[in-house]
């Protein structure tokens, strides 16, 4: 049987549109020409006046949620070594907080009906004998233990290790339910290898594809840039190519997280994958 084409397993990341309601959530991802969402779980749990009604909005809408994400508290991106500091749930200042909304956001999760929840780590350590690995590999056992219980994978955002780096770590982890959302742009912009072989070292983990581009940082140490899909140093052909060849059969989530024209953007996005994926 031939695979189903990459262009008909794509979603829009809903934090991409920067809606401030299930209204305009819905009015902008039928602007970009999709019918399916990844869907920003912090705003139900923290605006539920506002968000409560989501998941009727989109249902009534024809609009399909393939899976959540989740952000944690005190995350700075602002600088690499700002979220190098603050990211995941490695910062003991924060964890107190973000450890209390994880049942609250497996709850919604499994109350929308998602099976898969996506989230930064944050930085994982690579010796395994380091105080911060033990804790970090517990916080995260911890975390995916919560979701299991109701029947929901999660998936860590790659880019801010390397990729054998990462595949170490979750072979360590044991949880059955714990793979990657894979980012190429990621790799790209925290400059930590080639997407590509990425790709191939991380395949056993394949949950769920980001969509994404970027060009490397100028500066060692500093930020890349993103850019439309297309546009940047991500050899989207050979990206397809490689998810072919490993019988990837789950979804593929535009996401556009700078620039004002986030929906023209994303049909671009759509548009590069219907011509080559």
Partial sequence: MKPTPFSERLAVCSWSLQPDSPATLVARVKDTGLTRVQLALDPIRENPQVWGGVGEALRQAGIEIVSGMIGFVGE???????????GGVAPDATWAENWA???QAAAIAAGLGISLVTFHAGFLPHDESAPEYRKLRQRLEDIADVFAAHGIAVA???????????DAFLRQLARPNVG?????????????????????????????????DGTRPRVPGAWGEEVVVGTGQVDWPAFFATL??????GWCCLEREAGTTRIADVR?????VERVG
Avoid: C
């Fill in 244 to 249: 072919r060849s490993l019988g990837y059969a």
């Fill in 101 to 103: 909304h994880v049942p």
């Fill in 268 to 272: 671009a996005a759509r548009a590069l």
């Fill in 76 to 86: 700075d991106y602002s600088t690499m070594d700002s979220i190098r500091v603050t």
């Fill in 156 to 166: 860590f955002e790659t880019g801010q290790e390397t990729a054998p780096a990462l």
């Fill in 180 to 212: 990657v959302n894979f980012d190429p742009a990621n790799i790209i912009l925290y400059d930590n290898g080639d997407p590509i072989e990425a790709l191939r070292t991380l395949a056993p983990w394949l949950k769920q594809i980001h969509i994404k």
